[in-house]
């Protein structure tokens, strides 16, 4: 949705109390933040999500957490 040709009408279709904000949005909401609390990752966090294609049937997914 980030530095599309046209924009995405978000106002409709969406469950009721669903935001969409744009990752620029989000970048400069962290970075207006004040208090932050440091909440380092556990071994069992989930440090990547990654999604198959789906070209060889329904697409998939894998959590790899912090630790591994």
């Known amino acids: 949705m980030e530095?599309?040709?046209s924009t995405t009408d978000?106002?409709?279709g969406y469950k009721t109390g669903i935001q969409i904000i744009p990752?620029?949005?989000v970048v400069q909401s962290g970075?207006?933040?004040t208090h932050i609390e440091e909440v380092p990752p556990t071994?069992?966090?989930v440090a990547i999500i990654m999604y198959t294609?789906?070209?060889t049937g329904c697409l998939k997914e894998l959590y790899s957490p912090t630790g591994t």
């Open 53 to 55: 294609s789906g070209s």
């Open 3 to 5: 530095d599309q040709l």
């Open 10 to 12: 978000t106002s409709d």
């Open 43 to 45: 071994p069992d966090d």
């Open 31 to 33: 970075a207006a933040a």
């Open 23 to 25: 990752f620029s949005q």
